[in-house]
């Protein structure tokens, strides 16, 4: 079975936000208005968190790229009362928009807070919601949305391997983010594998998950910038 | 609880019947059942139905081939000469679409399961004129058909397999 | 029989005074609208009120557990106190039922008001996800709604017999009402014992009910990893506070209605004394899990766990919750000269604030302070989010009053067996005769 995960090197990474936009044009991300950021309502599905390194006077500030962490053991999907968000098979972090109540339990449960809710319907100016990938639903308001690793992707990609009578080849399914990313700094690609590029480098001394301690075993892992 | 789901989606889904029951014109009483009984199978004029997610509406360059003036044979209906020669599209009108939140690909059910078409659209072969509202044998095309289907044939029942 | 009843149903046949009245308009209007911010939330989206990002939930949450809290009190007082005979419950029992009864529904409809897609509120019943909280609170508080229904009906069965038997001169509906919920009540040996076994089976029901259901509804909080809402502690806590909160809205509304149907002469200070000791130890209990839960905070050490206290500690809104929580109402209740009614009531108030703005702080504060750096929050409700609180009050306090002119508001049945029981009562209390 695969396992679908990723791994940022954080010493790779330059912190031009390159994956943060690629990931809002492929996902049917809102842009939001200035009034939404100013409520701190702005929609972002991979966001950075600010960080400090060094100690002073040699400090750095550095961002690191915060999607949903798509952990092993999600603390949100033990929480929605109506199962639209579930650990699906190959470990993706599911999201079922029509199904969401809108409780927001989930989003309260996540350690990450990198979960968003639509506080009101998505504004598209002009005609721009027709030029909204298709194969990403616009979201509606009233309900919770994150990260699904591009599964759309998955999706495609394994038609297209089906149709031809083969196995998916990993390269295939790309999220947007690791496609975007001008330094290589971000690697996808199935855990599980261990000759995989994502699982050598997920073995890395360097290697470490956000706020590992919690238990929630994210499939997002970093590697310390030196 | 498993019947009072149903009978409360059934409500609900007959109010929705009801409220887009109007049928469509079409522009043409296209005969299916005359083109299927020429050996012409149905990706010969929606061509995406086995390559891609959607099935496709035929354009009049589907129909040029064969609907030819210096043909005697088939025989090439007046209102179909107008858009023949005015070299202009049908303008059919799509009758079948899946909601937006719903991925469903024509490829993976044709190409990769080898369903037959008529498994969802019935017996189009004997249909005289084109679709005017959405049919699909035994009632609605709803989720509930989707699983039970997908169960039957062992495949995946993963929300994310459809939804996104 | 007859000199209890006289003076509790002679107000419920006189015209409605004119001051009775314009309080019931206005609390009708503050529901009406509340409706409408509803209405209008419901069409623009949650965006209306003033949560944000870290902090998704808000004040809904606040009065969720408020309104589910008080009216823990009805049951606790009815219950409780009835399955170990405590003499001065009669005069509360049936304030407190009412209270229970008619807070549910508005505690609720709070978690409604809170969906983002309200009209999918049955997906919870169609695809339940039984690992969650939220489920397991629809079936608790659903149950707890229907049962505490049916216990406060049962009390009322006798007095509505009551009523049907000496209120003639009402109108021609209101007696087919009264002969009609009455259930045919005659008053006799084996209905009244068929009705204590009732009401004792189902006291000690609804003392497990009242336990699960605030900590299941604590469970809401502290089965997320939120800093500040996950402990093991928050759940006996709610459960203490619900109580602490509910007996002093007991207290609140039997002043009131002592004062507006005269009841002086059944809701003696003596009651209300009681009635005060039995705050007095809530009031120590509230302040110990206080400082333990608090205590564990700090021993703890955790970074997060820590912004979340020392937030909470740097917000003068804490320290005016903790003065209206303790130091206050502990005074009043402590000294035994400062025990008097317009003081309780006075107290009672400020409890309820207290205890009010003490979710507050636990929801709001921990909603801001998640763990990552950048989701430090700020949080005001909006007019929308007030205007449906102020309703939902409204809403409950109309119900209340329309109650208790179509109803007794005392249990006549007990406390006649009180009357009866005069000399045991007249004995110092925990001495049994």
Known sequence: MVRWGMVIDLDKCSGCQACGVACAAESNVAPGSPREAWKGRLIRWLQFLPQAEGTYPNVAAALQPMMCQQCDRPACTYVCPVSATYPNPQGIVAQIYWRCIGCRYCINACPYTTKWFNWWEPQWAGNTAKATNPDVELRQKGISEKCLFCSHRLQRAKERARAERRPLASHEYVPACVEACPTGAIVFGDLEDPQSEVSKLARSPRAFRVLEELGTKPKVIYLKST | MGRITKVIAGWALGLSALASCEDKEQPIAFPHAKHVALKMECVSCHTGARDQTHAGIPWIHSCTPCHRLDRPFPKTPPELLEYINAVKEIPWLQVHRAPRHVYFSHRRHVAVAGIDCAECHGDVQSMDRPFSRPMFPAGQAGMDRCIDCHRKERVTTDCLACHR | ?433
Not at chain 3, 355 to 360: D, I, P, Q, S
Request: charged share 15%; aromatic share 16%; hydrophobic share 50%.
């Open chain 3, 1 to 433: 029989m007859n000199d209890i009843a006289r003076p509790i149903l002679a107000p419920m046949m006189a015209r409605p005074s004119r001051a009775y009245r314009a309080v019931c308009v206005a609390l009708g209007a503050v529901l009406l609208w509340s409706m409408l911010a509803w209405a209008w939330q419901i069409a623009y989206g949650l965006g209306e009120t003033g949560l944000n990002t870290p902090v998704f939930w808000g004040l809904y949450l606040v009065n969720f557990v408020f309104f589910i809290g008080i009216s823990h009190a009805g049951t606790l007082i009815s219950s409780i106190l009835r399955i170990t005979d405590t003499a001065w419950r009669r005069p509360f029992t049936r304030l407190a039922e009412a209270i229970t009864v008619f807070s549910l529904p508005f505690g609720a409809t709070c978690v409604i008001v809170d969906l983002g897609r309200p009209e999918r509120l049955f997906n919870v019943i169609f695809y339940p996800h039984f690992s969650s909280a939220i489920l397991w609170d629809v079936v608790c508080i659903s149950t707890y709604l229907i049962t505490s229904i049916l216990y406060f009906y049962m009390a009322l069965v006798p007095d509505i017999a009551v009523c049907r038997d000496r209120l003639t001169g009402a109108s021609p509906f209101r007696r087919r009402v009264y002969r009609g919920l009455a259930l045919g009540w005659e008053g006799t040996e084996s209905q009244h014992r068929m009705l204590s076994r009732i009401m004792t089976g189902m006291s000690i029901f609804l003392f497990a009910l009242v336990i699960s259901v605030h900590t299941n509804v604590s469970f809401v909080f502290g089965m997320t990893t939120k800093p500040g809402w996950h402990t093991p502690l928050i759940s006996p806590f709610f459960v203490l506070g619900a109580i602490y909160s509910g007996v002093a809205a007991v207290i609140f509304f039997a002043v009131i209605f002592r004062k507006i149907f005269h009841l002086e002469a059944y809701l003696t200070p003596r009651h209300f004394n009681s009635c005060a000791k039995f705050l007095l130890a809530l009031c120590c209990f509230w302040l110990y899990a206080m400082i333990v839960e608090h205590l564990y905070g700090f021993y703890g050490k955790e970074t997060a766990e820590l912004a979340v206290i020392e937030a909470k500690f740097s917000n003068p809104l804490f320290w005016i919750m903790f003065t209206l929580c303790f130091p206050v109402p502990f005074v009043i209740l402590a000294v035994p000269r400062f025990r008097t009614i317009p003081n309780l009531f006075v107290m009672s108030i400020l409890v309820n604030i207290g205890m009010w703005m003490e979710r507050y702080e636990i929801i709001i504060t921990s909603g801001e302070h998640p763990y990552l750096s950048w989701g430090t929050g700020r949080y005001s409700p909006s007019w929308v989010e007030w205007s449906i609180t102020a309703g939902w009050f409204a809403g409950f306090a109309l119900l209340l009053l329309i109650f208790v002119r179509w109803f007794p508001a005392l249990t006549l049945w007990e406390v006649e067996e009180e009357k009866h029981e005069a000399p045991a009562t007249a004995l110092p209390e925990g001495v049994k005769a």
